[in-house]
Structure formats: structure tokens, C-alpha cells
């Protein structure tokens, strides 16, 4: 992978996989507890987990590719997919324990850096809903929604340093340093709870040298790295000319060599 997915490392369908494949029960397993240490190939790595951990977005595309609310609860379209009510989720709290309203929603999708800024005429706020009318029609804007550029943090906060990040994930920040280092511990209550963020603590490290990513994994030192150029794989799949438990002179086209050459 060329980056690392964050949604890989807190979706549940990770877990529900593993538990398919070994034949254990969800009655069994996952148990919370324990550190998962990651190496990432640059700044922008440990950024991207890091605000993965931290924060939350309106909707989130789950495992097997289906849509699903995280901070939304539902959305409705009008006929013509311009005119939008997207419910809010009325138990999110930021870990600064000021409660998720729909003014940090708003506040979000028209920040300066917001990828559909540009797609939206009108947004209202009601409570626990926002009202939004886009320029045009445009089905896919639930999944729009999911963009990692849309985490949503409280309105009146500046989150241009990682150690004054709040956001409503499961991981608080525990130490950050932007671009290079990220320690984040699990939130004592969350709505999730039962479905993610089995972790207690998360730390993301920036590791440029693919081989000391790899001798870092291979020592014990961290559990997860980015981009393994180091490892050995195939880049095609062929077929033998010959298929055969005879010896390697039994193939006469060995005799017709030899011929050739001499």
C-alpha cells in the first residue's frame, strides 16, 4: 500500500476477518488491551493515522466498500440530489468534553480546506441536523462526506498542531510532534464501544529509511510499517514449458542444446 489506511488499522471488518479465518468465535475474541506500534515512511504518514485515531468524519466508506454514518446517523436526498438532511449522532463528545453539535459539522464542510466548499450554496443547522443545498445535483455526496479532509473538529479550535487536536475519535493525543510522532490512548467511553478500537494505545513513528523500517519490524521494535520495498515478491505468474516429475536430462530439448553449441 502507498499509504497507510487508516481505516484498515480501526474497522471492525479487520477483526471480523481474522476471527473467520482461525476459526474463533466473537465470543472469544477481540479482548481490549495492548500497543500497536506503527512505522510510517514520512510526516504525511503518521499525519494521516494520526487523524484517523483522533478524529471522525459525517460518513465513512465500511468494509466491502458500503457507505455507513460515523458522525451522521442517516442522510436524505431531494429527487434531483441537491437538496440534503444529514442527521447528526446526539452521544459524540470531543475529548476536550465539549459536546458534537451541528455547528462544528458546518464549521467543517466551509473551512477554507474543505474538498466540497466549492459544491455548496446554502448550510443550515438545526438541532442535530444540517440542512445542505449544493449548487447542482450531485448523488455522491454521502460519500464525499467520508473524505479524511472532512474530519470534523470543533468550530472554534485551531487544529494546526497535532497536540491540540480534539476530536471525537477513539484515541486521544497523549504526545505529538507534527510529522513525526504520534502517541494517542484510548478514550474511556465511546460509542463505539463493541466495535473498534480494541488498541488501549496507539504510537505512529516517521521512519524514512525503508531499511530501517524493515530491520524495526523484524527486531520486534515496531509491529506495522509502510511501504516494505525491502521484501521479496513475484511481479508476474508463469507456466513451465514443461511439467514433469523426470529428471532435468530427460528433456530431449537439453540434447538439442548441446547440439547447437557444439
Known amino acids: 500500500m502507498k499509504r497507510l489506511d487508516r481505516r484498515a488499522l480501526f474497522a471492525s471488518g479487520a477483526a471480523a476477518a481474522l476471527l473467520a479465518a482461525s476459526g474463533l468465535s466473537a465470543d472469544t475474541l477481540p479482548r481490549r488491551g495492548g500497543r500497536l506500534r506503527i512505522a510510517a515512511a514520512d510526516g504525511e504518514g503518521v ?9 471522525e468524519t459525517l460518513t465513512e466508506v465500511g468494509p466491502g466498500g458500503l457507505l455507513r454514518g460515523e458522525l451522521a446517523t442517516g442522510w436524505h436526498g431531494s429527487a434531483d440530489a441537491r437538496h ?43 438541532r442535530g441536523a444540517l440542512e445542505v443545498t449544493l449548487k447542482a445535483g450531485d448523488p455522491d455526496f454521502p460519500y464525499r462526506l ?18 491540540a487536536w480534539a476530536g471525537t475519535g477513539l484515541y486521544r493525543v497523549v504526545t505529538a510532534r507534527n510529522g513525526r510522532q504520534y502517541l494517542g490512548r484510548r478514550v474511556d467511553a465511546h460509542w463505539k464501544d463493541g466495535e473498534a478500537g480494541w488498541i488501549d494505545t496507539i504510537e ?44 532435468r ?8 542444446r548441446w547440439w547447437i553449441a557444439g
Open 47 to 55: 499525519m494521516a493515522v494520526a487523524r484517523g485515531a483522533v478524529f
Open 84 to 126: 440534503w438532511q444529514i442527521d447528526l449522532r446526539p452521544d459524540a463528545v470531543f475529548h476536550d468534553g465539549r459536546p458534537f453539535t451541528a455547528r462544528d459539522a458546518s464549521a467543517t464542510l466551509m473551512s477554507r480546506t474543505s474538498p466540497v466548499r466549492s459544491r455548496i450554496d446554502v448550510v443550515r443547522t438545526t
Open 146 to 163: 467520508a473524505d479524511p479532509d472532512l474530519s470534523i473538529a470543533p468550530a472554534d479550535v485551531d487544529s494546526s498542531n497535532m497536540d
Open 204 to 247: 505512529v513513528l516517521a521512519i524514512t529509511d525503508p531499511d530501517v523500517r524493515l530491520e524495526a519490524l523484524r527486531d520486534g521494535h515496531v509491529d506495522v510499517i509502510e511501504d516494505a520495498d525491502g521484501l521479496v515478491c513475484a511481479d508476474h505468474v508463469g507456466q513451465p514449458r514443461v511439467i514433469s516429475d523426470r529428471g
Open 249 to 256: 536430462l530427460d528433456d530431449g530439448r537439453i540434447a538439442e
